[in-house]
């Protein structure tokens, strides 16, 4: 999938959070937005995953417009892209179930109505639950194979976090929009997400994240987007946005001076 932000802006009750966003993510692309918080990433990643419809400009995927698709066709263009937000809010289940649900969401009714019917003739017959290949490749990639059978309240953060990812990677989105995937995580788990996230690459899949982690920025991306009070103040590859930043704010940005002081910013 080709997705497009062009000349994106959006606003609550009058107040602008965005403001004439054009950003592209291809397909077999990893794209980041870093920026101070509260400059826009979320409610960019929202306008990205088609959950929320730009105040003004256009998004596009595949050059339509989804706002302009009648609301059972934009949801199945939304189904194409697998979304993880900040807080992994799994259900009171267990992790094989909870990563199937990212598929069983893009299945039809009768596919959801049969999975069901032999999920129940197969407890029966083994007297076990089961669990398909598809879901535990998705957790192999995130290290938690092992755990398919446990119950998700029984996890750790980091771990939620891990199950929340192989639930989007599990229906094998175009694309992936990822907001800080790898914050509650330690450096041998967010390893283990940043391959995951180079792998979804690898198939061609698009991937568009917001991460603090300066390093991670450098490490994973081809092109980092760098977002000021809701402006795309400049994009590049990383090497060009860390070592020679275009915009000076952008450089202050990167050596971390006093960023959360707008007037200093804006000086
Ligand atoms: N629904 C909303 N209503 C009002 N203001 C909002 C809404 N959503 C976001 N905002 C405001 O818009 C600004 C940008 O928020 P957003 O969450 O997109 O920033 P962010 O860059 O993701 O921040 P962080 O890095 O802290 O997660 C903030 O000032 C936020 O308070």
């Known amino acids: 999938m080709h997705l497009e932000l062009e000349g994106v802006s959006y606003g609550v009750d009058g107040t602008r959070i965005l403001s004439d966003v054009s950003l592209a993510v291809e397909p077999g692309e990893v794209v980041t937005i870093i920026g101070p918080s509260g400059a826009g990433k979320t409610t960019l990643l929202r306008l990205a995953s088609l ?3 730009p105040t003004d400009g256009a998004v596009r995927s595949d050059g339509t417009d989804p706002w302009s698709l ?3 066709e934009r949801l199945t263009l939304r189904r194409r892209i697998g979304v993880v937000f900040q807080q992994a809010s799994l259900f009171a289940t267990s992790v094989a179930r909870n990563v199937d649900a990212g598929r069983r969401i893009r299945r039809p009714w009768s596919s959801r109505v049969r999975d069901f019917a032999e999920r129940l003739a ?4 083994h007297g076990s639950p089961t669990v398909d290949d598809r879901t535990l490749e998705a957790l192999e990639l995130v290290g938690l194979r092992e755990e398919w059978d446990r119950a998700a309240s029984s996890l750790s953060g980091g771990e939620a976090q891990r199950v929340s990812f192989a639930r989007a990677l599990a229906p094998r989105p175009d ?15 967010t390893a283990i997400l940043e391959r995951a996230i180079e792998r979804a690459r690898g198939h061609d899949h698009g991937v568009l994240l917001a991460t603090h982690d300066m390093h991670q920025a450098e490490r994973i991306s ?15 590859s990383p090497e060009r946005v860390f070592d020679t930043p275009r915009d000076e704010r952008t450089a202050r940005f990167v050596r971390g001076d ?4 707008e007037n200093e910013l804006l000086a």
């Open 122 to 125: 197969s407890r029966w017959i």
């Open 51 to 53: 959950f929320e419809r």
């Open 70 to 72: 009648p609301r059972d």
């Open 258 to 261: 006093l960023l959360y002081d």
């Open 222 to 236: 081809d092109r980092v987007a760098f977002l000021l009070e809701g402006e795309l103040i400049e994009v590049g």
């Open 175 to 189: 694309l992936l929009v990822l907001d800080e995937p790898t914050s509650d995580l330690d450096p041998r788990n």
